[in-house]
């Protein structure tokens, strides 16, 4: 198929690089706008969490529970709780048939940055509600060092949402993507549990922020990890 | 230019109008799109416009913001004033901002053609035209390949050759080695 317009590739390569961003966050937008209207998973996530925390608060009934314990079932709750919700972005896109529209539309990086960018708001969003709701229950737990609880929530949030926005394209294609999502992404989140729940009871220790520089530093090793994997691999996950 | 993709179902059709508009990589062989003898293959999704049983609006949003949606992950914000005229011409004046799921399989069909028109595509890809259109849409759809095969590429897959007037080159899938 050929043509002698010009001007058809000139205005395609400035929409395809100078663009990028910009469709990157229409899809964003477009599936913030979607959520919000649908609720499929803000209202998993919201009764998941309370549905966990209940739990934990019920077993640990007036025993207390050690610092490390109480750092584990924090980010127990949080794992659960997206496992539950951050695969919605692309299972949804499956379920209405509407992936061939994106295909046609996007370029792959576009989508996968645009679907990075709504989990990551997602779990940010999350994690401050399951650390709102779970200090404010969980008496026993108290951080001692807030610089090193912030940037181990802040960076664990970011790991969990590139992780799972990978995973979850992978697993929107399969026929069992409810059981799937799970399995698959626990062994890929399972460094990055280790390294948060560490950073967490350094927190709760009153340690002191340059004791935590090893985990932070394994954090971005991560994400950097992560990112790149998936910038790298998305293409030919999203084609068919 | 017209190019008629032809054949009886399960031929192929629709799948080659996949591979050709870059949602489908083939198996074997590939698929080349060139201007001036340059690679176009990586903004083909900037270039095309489809219309297909396959392809599918968000329902939950209107037709306006299915629109707006896609121009603006094109690039394409300037061609905003465009979206209410065109959904007028398409007969969907006074649903504009309805959400998609509560239109008819007709209307949903329009909406489509709403959504491949309007960027404004050099190469226009019709799989199965007429799918699901009353007298007037096909009427519609008639005007709608004219202005295109004047103002670039007009491809069309269909078991229905009396859905197109006229074409300049034909690939026939029923008549396969």
């Known amino acids: ?240 | 230019m017209t190019l008629l993709i032809s054949g009886p179902n399960g031929s192929g059709k629709s799948t080659l109008v996949k591979m050709i508009s870059g949602v489908l990589t083939p198996t074997e062989g590939e698929v080349k799109a060139t201007s001036d003898g340059n690679d176009a293959g990586p903004m083909l999704h900037a270039i095309i416009g489809l219309v297909s049983p396959h392809l599918q609006m968000y329902e939950e949003f209107s037709a306006r913001e299915n629109l707006q949606f896609a121009l603006s992950v094109r690039g394409l914000n300037a061609l905003h004033s465009g979206i209410q005229p065109l959904l007028e011409e398409l007969q969907l004046k006074g649903r504009i901002d309805d959400p998609v799921r509560t239109f008819s399989s007709g209307m949903k069909q329009r909406v489509k053609y709403a959504f491949a028109l309007n960027h404004q595509p050099p190469i226009l890809i019709l799989d199965e035209p007429m799918a699901n259109l009353d007298s007037n849409g096909i009427e519609l759809v008639k005007h709608i390949m004219v202005e295109q095969r004047t103002a670039g590429i007009l491809i069309v897959a269909t078991n229905d050759i009396t859905d197109v007037d006229g074409y300049d080159q034909r690939v026939d899938l029923g008549k396969r080695p």
């Open chain 1, 1 to 240: 198929m050929g043509t002698t317009n010009g001007w058809i590739l000139a205005r395609g390569r400035k929409i395809a690089d100078e663009r990028l961003w910009q469709a990157s966050f229409a899809i964003f937008r477009k599936d913030w706008k979607s959520e919000l209207r649908t609720r499929y998973a803000i209202s998993a996530l919201v009764m998941f969490v309370i549905s966990t925390i209940s739990i934990i608060l019920f077993s640990l009934g007036s025993e207390g529970a050690s610092l490390s314990a109480l750092s584990g079932m924090l980010w127990v709750a949080i794992f659960f709780a997206a496992m539950s919700g951050l695969s919605r972005t692309f299972v949804a896109e499956e379920e209405r048939g509407t992936s061939m529209t994106l295909q046609l539309i996007a370029t792959p990086t576009a989508v996968l940055f645009g679907k990075l960018l709504f989990n990551l708001v997602l779990v940010i969003c999350l994690n401050v509600f399951v650390v709102l709701l779970y200090s404010a229950f969980i008496s026993e737990f108290v951080v001692k060092t807030y610089s090193i609880f912030i940037v181990t929530v802040a960076l664990g949030s970011i790991g969990f949402a590139t992780a799972a926005t990978i995973i979850a394209a992978i697993i929107a294609r399969a026929n069992t993507k409810g059981t799937l999502y799970p399995v698959l992404a626990f062994p890929i989140l399972l460094p990055l549990l280790l390294t948060v729940i560490n950073g967490t009871r350094l927190a709760t220790e009153g340690a002191f922020f340059e004791e935590a520089l090893g985990e932070f530093n394994l954090l971005v090793s991560y994400i950097v990890a992560v990112v790149t994997a998936s910038y790298i691999l998305f293409d030919y996950i999203w084609r068919d």
